[in-house]
């Protein structure tokens, strides 16, 4: 377990998002840590967080529908469009939040 130096008590959690394929391809990581404003991403150091994360936050660091569908709409499908010319699946293992079928439609 590695651990991202921050300024914020050791019980909270973040959670990290991480997509590849088959080929060992890997998309730029979505990492979520807990807080209210933009600010609470000050605590964290960016540098020693995987290699060029994309950084957001949440109440409680957890994933919600909103930031999925961001990540989904301007991570994911830019990455495959531009980046990686096959068809892609994605999978989302454990996901404990529901996705209504306009959300990702677009």
Not at 2 to 21: A, D, F, Q, Y
Not at 62 to 76: C, H, P, S
């Amino acid at each position: 377990m590695k651990l991202l130096p921050s300024r914020v008590s050791s019980k909270e959690s973040i959670t990290v998002l991480v997509c590849g394929n088959a080929e060992g391809l890997a998309m730029c990581p979505l990492v979520i840590v807990p807080g209210k404003t933009e600010r609470c991403l000050q605590a964290y150091d960016h540098s020693k967080g995987p290699i060029q994360a994309q950084w957001t936050y949440q109440e409680k660091g957890y994933m919600t529908e909103k930031i999925l569908v961001d990540w989904f709409n301007n991570i994911f499908l830019h990455t495959v469009l531009t980046g990686f010319n096959h068809l892609m699946s994605l999978f989302l293992d454990q996901w404990a939040d529901h996705i209504h079928r306009h959300a990702m439609s677009t």
